[in-house]
């Protein structure tokens, strides 16, 4: 079973600052089948990037995404008051078939 | 514009049933794969169930499998769940989510399902 473990739990920081959200998992997986969510309070997730590194339709290009095999990171180069939420990372493909990180909450410093 | 308007949720007896509806509009539904996707009370995403747009392919979350049944009417653009013997662990908001190459891609405004006695 793939376990994905995201660090660090939470992340404080002011707007226009750099961050870097981690997502490991506990065994190889396919870039192809990773991909990130923003999820703000009442609001439904967002899907930001699929396939490690490929922003969905829409997403500005302050946010990009990278790794491979177990390790993998989602950057927001300057953050807006908007991208003070929770992140998901999640996989697809191995048992179970699909799975969540346990997410990253990016707050206001 | 893709619409996913769940209904169905409400407050359930431990044991209970409840059967969840997604209604589909602005794509073509049957041709792709549905999920349902939960979210408890100040915890994380949970991932369900998922099912082809042929209905071949069903996969289940450990915690939900043998109470849960996920099913589709393509010819209604519509999802369905069905959830049996449920649980206090089972209060969550519920989402419909379409999948597309294993990512969750529009997601519905979702439906609270509370299980209480």
């Known amino acids: 079973e793939v376990v994905l473990t995201q660090s660090p739990g939470t992340l404080s920081l002011s707007p226009g600052e750099r961050a870097t959200l981690s997502c490991r998992a506990s065994q190889s997986i396919s870039s192809a089948y990773l991909a990130w969510y923003r999820h703000k309070p009442g609001q439904t997730p967002r899907l930001l990037i699929y396939s490690a590194s490929t922003r969905a339709t829409g997403i500005p290009d302050r946010f990009s995404g990278s790794g491979s095999g177990t390790d993998f990171t989602l950057t927001i180069s300057r953050l807006e008051p908007e991208d003070f939420a929770m992140y998901y990372c999640?996989?697809?493909?191995?048992?179970?078939?699909?799975?969540f990180g346990p997410g990253t909450k990016v707050e206001i410093k | 514009e893709v619409q996913l308007v769940e209904s169905g949720g409400g407050l359930v007896q431990p044991g209970g049933s409840l059967r969840l509806f997604c209604a589909a509009s602005g794509f073509k539904f049957s041709i792709y794969s549905m999920n349902w996707v939960r979210q408890a009370p100040g915890k994380g995403l949970e991932w369900v169930s998922y099912m082809t747009s042929d209905t071949r392919t069903i996969h289940y979350a450990d915690s939900v499998r043998g109470r849960f049944t996920i099913s589709r009417d393509n010819a209604k653009n519509s999802l369905f769940l069905q959830m049996n013997s449920l649980r206090a662990e089972d209060t969550a908001v519920y989402y419909c989510?379409?999948?597309?190459?294993?990512?969750?891609?529009?997601w519905g405004q979702g439906t609270l399902v509370t299980v209480s006695s």
């Open positions: 999640q996989q697809y493909g191995n048992s179970p078939i699909f799975s």
């Open positions: 989510v379409v999948s597309v190459a294993g990512h969750f891609d529009y």
